[in-house]
């Protein structure tokens, strides 16, 4: 008997269901926040920055699904590479042999970090950091890890043991022997380093939770400080590496920088195949596997599959090929210069920030008497509110995705695709200048909409 199975007619019969089925199978709160504030909208396509619903309208993406759409949706490059690994039948995953796909991403990737010598693939930004952090504890035989406060590096045990969020952490522990350091505190590092029992230290170079760049010269003298404590430094790039603030990795903004582990994911996907990455030094890796007897002591199923090598060499070949990395830096200052200029013209716009096409646009506490009123009241009912304010207007009438950039905080995140250009900057600029515009008229759909967000806030005490 031969399986017939059609996808396509599967979609075509049962994809309108999407919503119903997600509440009923999977996060049922999801669809339920997606109804709440209007974003349970129905894509029917997408390439390159921009989605399409069925009436043919587009939609400007400026989220690229947490950083994971680096080049885009369904870059051809990275498409054909998986139709040829897929046609290619290879011997994968044997277990016991060397396919050459590994070892020649491991080599690209490296080549963009010379300092480092090998590598691990997993396969997600979470066990990519779950990785460093067991290398860091067996090589230097010490257990506690110190993360910044704000951090974010993953949501499994391990990971979540570096969270500085403290409503992801609630109701997970015991966790890891960890303690939080104010991010850019070289004096409060020192003191837990003179413990005696510290591995090392994870940290963002841009924590993705409000945008926030490590202060010049930290990281050079917490490696310093690090190092003279027989500690190590991780540089978590999950979400800024692969080009997204301008250079390859956001630690090298600052010179002189070299960690000892270093965290990709996301963005090396293609966004096609999950994939993660660790790369280390040759003693650290060493030091992990010790002997033949060890040669498995850390491993992952599905690590270093075909698909996800094929698909990651094919980002790295897109991203030198076609000059990303340079075009995230010109077109992430174009945006953020175009943004900041409105600071002086909009009292709610508080702060522009980031590095490349990693921008945090911050709100803040008005001068003028009416809007402080109606800040106030947001602010009473539950912080973070106006930022959701920005948001939904940008969907509903301009078709452009973003996302506040953590819970309570009245920040939003622009990660949009690496590939994004001029048109796609004038495009968010006059739709965010129109938004504000209205916000500061102190009236009208967008006030009406926070008054339903108070009472929902309110409701949800």
């Given amino acids: 008997m031969t399986t017939e199975f059609d996808l396509g007619a599967l979609l075509a019969e049962r994809g309108a269901e999407r919503y119903e089925l997600h509440g009923k199978y999977l996060n049922h709160q999801l669809p339920r926040m997606l109804h709440t504030i209007g974003f349970d909208k129905v894509y029917e396509r997408a390439e390159g920055a921009y989605f399409w619903d069925a009436d043919g309208a587009d939609y400007l993406d400026m989220l690229a699904g947490f950083g994971v759409m680096g080049l885009g949706r369904h870059h051809p490059v990275v498409r054909k590479a998986l139709h040829d690994v897929l046609d290619a039948q290879l011997a994968d995953l044997t277990r016991f042999d060397c396919q050459p796909l590994p070892g020649l991403l491991a080599e690209k990737l490296l080549a963009h970090s010379p300092h480092l010598d090998r590598v691990f693939f997993g396969n997600s930004g979470t066990e990519a950091v779950e990785t460093a952090l067991k290398f860091a504890r067996r090589a230097t035989g010490r257990p506690r890890v110190l993360y910044c406060d704000h951090a974010f590096h993953g949501l499994t045990t391990g990971a979540l043991s570096v969270n500085g969020e403290d409503g992801f952490r609630d109701g997970f522990a015991p966790l890891l022997p960890d303690t939080a350091v104010p991010l850019g505190d070289l004096d409060a590092l020192a003191r837990e380093l003179k413990k005696g029992d510290v591995a090392a230290l994870i940290v963002e170079p841009i924590q993705g939770k409000g945008v926030h760049e490590a202060p010049p010269g930290y990281l050079r003298a917490a490696q310093e400080l690090l190092h003279k404590h027989k500690a190590l430094l991780i540089a978590d790039e999950v979400q800024t590496g692969l080009g997204r603030t301008g250079d390859f990795y956001a630690y090298q903004h600052e010179d002189g920088v070299e960690p000892d582990l270093v965290c990709v994911a996301k963005a090396l996907s293609g966004g096609y195949v999950p994939v993660g990455a660790t790369l280390g030094k040759d003693w650290i890796f ?171 806030a309110v409701a949800n005490r």
Avoid at 345 to 355: I, M, N, T
């Fill in 286 to 456: 060493k030091k992990v596997y010790s002997s033949m007897d060890r040669v498995l002591v850390h491993s992952a199923s599905f690590g270093a599959n075909a698909q996800a090598m094929a698909a990651g060499l094919a980002v790295l070949a897109v991203l030198e090929d076609e000059q990303i990395v340079a075009n995230a830096r010109v077109t992430g200052d174009l945006l953020r210069s175009r943004l900041a200029a409105l600071t002086d013209k909009y009292e709610l716009l508080a702060d522009v920030r980031g590095r490349g096409l990693m921008i945090g646009i911050e709100f803040g506490r008005p001068s003028s008497l009416k809007l402080r009123s109606r800040w106030t009241m947001l602010q009473a009912a539950r912080k973070g509110l106006f930022a959701q304010m920005v948001v939904v207007p940008l969907l509903q009438r301009h078709r452009i995705l973003t996302q506040v950039s953590g819970d309570h905080l009245e920040v939003i995140k622009l990660i949009p695709p690496l590939i994004v250009g001029e048109r796609e900057v004038e495009r968010f600029v006059d739709a965010f200048t129109e938004v504000m515009d209205d916000a500061h008229s102190g009236g009208g759909l967008m006030w009406d909409f926070g008054r339903t967000l108070v009472k929902q």
